[in-house]
């Protein structure tokens, strides 16, 4: 579906922002990248969905060489912005209008999208009066409304309450059900863990680890498993114990701890791909 | 697609509140201040005369053959006469023995009371027209005036019975003051476009970057030379060489919209893209004021693009020139606003 091979790409200034990449994507995957701030995802981007021309390397999209498609690669690919760009005095159905009207394939009736993403009472209201979560939510279904095969999506649940944003995920995942790509541009560990097949780490440029979520987990976390209880009735203070997660069911010390004490919690102590992250590359995601 | 964006910028131009006031107001109020400005140039220059000898041959000539002047008893009835109606340009005061001090070639005393506003060129030529007076009056010297046939050529129109009245004069001001505010519209639509994100959303679609130029170009022109048709109609100048005008109107709102690309491109933000248009709006204007107050003009103006608009426009309605005489004019519109759009969209596309 997407293969980049030794992607590379200097700003006209002379700033190299993308150092000889690699990847590839599968039919059906959502691939997650992520990085901080500057790392290098927006510039791959961009270079994906043809904003920035001029760069080093091979990119293959849809079968067919980066350099070589015409305008209708965008009838194809799917683009959702970071930041909410929509017509502020135009309601949100004439704003997915305007979009719709420019693909010439098969397109999503409006009123479809808007309700898939809870916005269908909002239909007619002008773009300036709704908040950033509802613009996101449009910015999000805009992506979908040509039904493309290949999606770009920039942080599709930054400014989004848990309720919305878990709805956006699950739209992402329907997505991958019916068949879609999804090229997931994150810097939050937990939606990527969520959601993404796999991801990669991209920091100054260059890629640091491609892997699934959990693969990375089992890797780089401790095979241990925490336990928190209460030694001497619930009244007491709670205490915790660490026990391997090998041989766990002949461990006599953990066997005597569950059944002589009240557990509060127990907890197998693999990494989080935060965790993962700034181990690998030494960075925070902020 | 581009049919598509027209109709959308349309659609947010209608129903920005700013624009649509500014606009709304620049196609009622500009037709109400044209039919309420005079159509009409008083050409007498209407003068006043207190003599005090009544006897004196000059007051019977006065008398017995009216003219532009008015004979009035007192000084004082002439000087309140002068004051009041507005009438008069100058009012004239003989004393008694002015006939005979010219007689003796002493110096003769006169008042001569101008109206205000009346500018220093007339006021000399009165002075010249007042010495040959008394060297008329006078029978030593009028014996030897040199005497002379004078024979008289008016290069370009004559005007004389057909003067250009202020309101014709206000026309190509109104018309380049309502295209120019366009400036600002396009300008702060296209900046918008860029700021905010939609244009990369629109180019991350089917359209093409030149398309969304091209919708945007197309919407400048029709709401230029809309208005501009619009108060050619109202103003009832549209049947002055139809096509010339159409022309000549279609080429300045090309102009405008090279300008309103050239702001655009260099704007940050909004209130950039309005600071911007004041910069450029202003000098534009000027060479319209030069139609009004013909002593302005001089050479260096036609470094203003909008001069070329000017120029064609107040030849066409006010002079009656044809192709040919503004021909010149038209190529430097055409020149003007391709230049601008060029350097306007090659600066814009490194926004993206």
Not at chain 1, 146 to 169: A, C, R, S, W
Not at chain 1, 233 to 238: D, E, F, I, T
């Amino acid at each position: 579906m997407l293969s980049v091979e030794d992607l590379s790409y200097t700003y006209p200034g002379g700033t190299e922002a993308v150092r000889g990449i690699d990847f590839t994507i599968e039919k059906g995957e959502i691939f997650g990248f992520l990085g901080p701030s500057g790392a290098g995802k927006s510039t791959t981007q961009k270079v994906l969905i043809r904003l920035l021309r001029g760069f080093q390397g091979h990119v293959t999209v849809l079968g067919k060489p980066l350099n070589e498609w015409d305008d209708s690669y965008y009838e194809q690919v799917g683009v959702a912005f970071e930041l909410p760009n929509h017509y502020q005095k135009l309601t949100a159905t004439e704003n997915l209008a305007l979009f719709r009207s420019l693909y010439s394939g098969e397109t999503h009736d409006p009123a479809n999208l808007l309700e898939m993403v809870g916005l269908e009472e909002d239909a007619d209201t002008r773009l300036s009066q709704f908040s950033k979560g509802m613009q996101m939510r449009l910015n999000f279904v805009r992506a979908l409304l040509h039904k493309p095969d290949l999606l770009f999506l920039d942080e599709p649940t930054t400014g989004l309450d848990p309720v919305n944003g878990q709805k956006i995920k699950e739209i992402i995942r329907a997505q991958k059900e019916a068949g879609r790509t999804i090229f997931l541009t994150t810097h939050d560990m937990t939606v990527a863990d969520q959601i993404c097949d796999r991801v990669a780490f991209i920091i100054d440029g260059k890629i640091t680890l491609i892997d699934s979520p959990r693969n990375l987990r089992l890797q780089h976390g401790e095979r241990r498993v925490r336990v928190e209880f209460h030694r001497d009735g619930l009244s007491s203070p709670a205490q915790q114990a660490e026990f391997p997660l090998d041989g766990l069911g002949d461990n006599s010390e953990f066997l005597e701890v569950l059944r002589n004490n009240p557990i509060e919690t127990i907890h197998t102590q693999e990494a989080t791909l935060e965790d993962i992250f700034i181990e690998t590359t030494g960075r925070t995601l902020t | 697609m581009i049919g598509t964006l027209v109709v959308k910028d349309i659609k947010l131009f209608v129903r920005n509140r700013f624009f649509l006031i500014v606009t709304a107001l620049g196609l009622v109020l500009y037709p109400i201040i044209y039919f309420l400005i005079p159509d009409q140039v008083d050409e007498s220059l209407g003068m006043a005369f207190y003599i005090e000898d009544r006897e004196s041959a000059l007051y019977q000539r006065l008398t017995d053959e009216p003219g532009d002047y008015v004979l009035f008893d007192t000084e004082a009835e002439m000087l309140t006469a002068l004051q009041e109606t507005g009438d008069y340009f100058v009012g004239l005061s003989l004393p008694a023995d002015l006939s005979a001090a010219a007689a003796r070639g002493e110096a003769v005393e006169l008042n001569a009371y101008y109206a205000p506003g009346v500018p220093a060129e007339a006021r000399q030529i009165f002075h010249d027209v007042l010495v040959l007076f008394a060297n008329a009056v006078n029978p030593e010297t009028l014996a030897n005036l040199t005497r002379f046939n004078e024979t008289e050529f008016v290069l370009g129109n004559d005007l004389m019975g057909a003067p250009l009245s202020l309101r014709d004069r206000f026309v190509p001001l109104f018309l380049v003051f309502i295209v120019m505010i366009e400036i600002f519209g396009l300008a702060t639509l296209l900046n918008r476009d860029v700021e905010n994100g939609t244009a990369r959303a629109l180019i991350t679609g089917p359209l093409r970057l030149h398309q969304f130029f091209a919708g945007k170009a197309l919407m400048g022109l029709i709401l230029a030379f809309g208005q501009l048709l619009f108060l050619s109609a109202v103003m009832g100048v549209l049947g002055v060489s139809t096509l010339l005008l159409l022309t000549t109107l279609l080429l300045g709102s090309f102009l405008m919209v090279g300008t309103g690309f050239f702001v655009a491109a260099l704007a940050k933000d909004n209130t950039s893209a309005m600071a911007w248009a004041i910069v450029f709006i202003i000098p534009m204007v000027i060479p319209s004021m030069t139609v009004l107050l013909p002593g302005l003009s001089t050479g260096w103006m036609e470094i203003i693009p909008s001069y070329y608009f000017v120029d064609s426009l107040h030849r066409i309605l006010n002079f009656g020139a044809g192709w040919a005489d503004v021909s010149r004019n038209l190529a430097m519109l055409l020149i003007g606003g391709a230049a601008t759009l060029a350097i306007g969209t090659t600066a814009i596309r490194r926004k993206f």
